[in-house]
């Protein structure tokens, strides 16, 4: 079955550090992985996605993803953390053959000053 | 940029009530889906439409039903609210993943409290 899972309900970091956000997929296949990131009373923003190629994606905000397919994760990764990147993080895997996602269960990032 | 709006951002019902939850998209995105968000539990698929008329189930359909009559606008409906419905509704969009992209966009939201 295919799921995806971010193991840490909150991460927190200091401004100014880097910050990493875990995610970890089990499909079948070449997966098609995806980061969202949630600003409070909003609604999803995409950030960056891996479909082939380069397993470092670039993505919104200054944000980066390696995707490593031996340890089958895709982790969320900033060099320098800023208050403003305070927010839900998701990780998502597309359904083979479908257009549909399937979402973590969210991962809390608070970065403090 | 790609627009998606989500007719009400809190809404507040009773039980058993009939509830209907709006989107509308303008990029002329084929593919629509509703969500709902708990804690703990993330995002899961209620209901994914790939054209007109079209529809699936996802992974939590019962309680719920979906209408989609034109390509931009796509209606969740709670026939009877029930308290276990209290949630955040999210719609999203997108083209189908023969074109170009298949990245989902998001509406804000609607925080549907059942009383």
């Known amino acids: 079955a295919q799921s995806v899972a971010q193991p840490e309900d909150q991460v927190n970091v200091a401004e100014g550090n880097p910050l990493t956000v875990k995610c970890t997929y089990s499909v079948s296949g070449n997966p098609y992985l995806f980061w969202y990131v949630q600003y409070p009373n909003r609604g999803l923003q995409f950030l960056l996605k891996?479909?082939?190629?380069?397993?470092l994606v670039k993505g919104s905000y200054g944000f980066e993803a390696e995707f490593n397919k031996s340890q089958t994760s895709f982790h969320l990764k900033k060099p320098s953390a800023l208050v403003s990147d305070s927010a839900l993080y998701f990780c998502a895997v597309r359904r083979i053959n479908t257009d549909k996602l399937i979402f973590g269960t969210g991962t809390r990032l608070q970065v403090f000053p | 940029d790609v627009k998606v709006t989500q007719s009400s951002r809190y809404l507040v019902k009773r039980t058993g009530e009939k509830v209907f939850l709006e989107c509308v998209q303008d990029?002329?995105?084929?593919?629509m889906f509703w969500y709902r968000q708990d804690p703990g539990l993330g995002l899961r698929l209620i209901y994914f439409s790939y054209d007109v008329k079209m529809k699936e189930k996802g992974d939590i359909p019962e309680g719920y039903s979906v209408s989609r009559e034109k390509k931009e606008r796509f209606s969740l409906i709670l026939e009877s609210a029930s308290t276990n419905q209290t949630s955040m509704y999210l719609c999203a969009s997108s083209f189908p993943t023969s074109g170009s992209t298949d990245t989902q966009y998001f509406g804000p939201g609607t925080r549907l409290t059942v009383l």
């Open positions: 891996y479909i082939t190629g380069d397993n």
């Open positions: 990029m002329d995105h084929e593919n």
